[in-house]
């Protein structure tokens, strides 16, 4: 006699067997973050500092960018907290990206342009009051701080005469088409730059793969 409930020997087979499919479920998150004004108070960025600290690295960040730029002290705590970013920061320009709006957007890892994306790069602006002597420290101080940080974050995107002629008080406007050709080039600079300073560090060990950006658009 059978017992009520007991499963055939065909059954108890099936239930035993190997998986033929096994799901794994990953958890990721897209963070939207909104640049669509002027750069103000450092003070005003706690929350996207707070994303961009703590976004893991199966992340992905999109870093929407509309704006004429601003304060160079807020932008450099924004560009430290995308260099620091785990996740991946894709830069979105929607229109204008000017003065620091610029530095920030060519610290992300991607970006996506539309046929209306533009830029302009200029140097610094500031002021100095006080004593004559104050005021020509500060000058020769403000100078050599203008031309590292515009090299640091031009170059490869612009030429050395490109870059000369922001120091010299030119600014540089370009369109979404010219955007993209350079940012082609700059992953490129970007890229090579980042295993020299790898190899530098590590002469004599294997070099440690480094994050390569690669540059995502919108159809134009």
Not at 26 to 35: E, G, M
Not at 70 to 98: F, P, S
Request: with cysteine.
């Amino acid at each position: 006699m059978k017992n009520r409930g007991a499963k055939n020997d065909n059954e108890l087979t099936g239930l035993l067997s190997a998986p033929q499919v096994l799901t794994k479920t990953y958890a990721n998150s897209v963070i939207d973050i909104y640049l669509d004004g002027e750069i103000t108070d450092p003070d005003r960025y706690r929350e996207a500092y707070h994303a961009l600290s703590n976004a893991a690295p199966q992340d992905i960040i999109f870093l929407h960018i509309n704006s004429v730029g601003g304060r160079l002290d807020a932008g450099i705590q924004i560009i430290n907290h995308i260099n620091r970013c785990e996740a991946r920061v894709v830069g979105v320009l929607h229109m204008e990206c000017a003065s620091m709006a610029s530095a920030i957007a060519l610290a992300c890892d991607d970006w996506e342009l539309n046929t209306f994306s533009t830029m302009m790069i200029h140097s610094c602006s500031y002021g100095a009051v006080g004593k004559q002597s104050d005021i020509l420290s500060r000058v020769e101080f403000s100078t050599k701080f203008n031309e590292e940080f515009i090299r640091e974050t031009y170059s490869g995107f612009l030429s050395e005469e490109e870059i000369k002629a922001v120091l010299r008080g030119d600014d540089l406007y370009f369109g979404s088409k010219q955007i993209d050709k350079r940012l082609e080039a700059f992953v490129e600079y970007r890229s090579n730059h980042e295993e020299e300073e790898v190899e530098e560090i590590l002469p004599d060990e294997k070099p440690i793969p480094v994050r390569k950006p690669r540059v995502k658009k919108e159809a134009v």
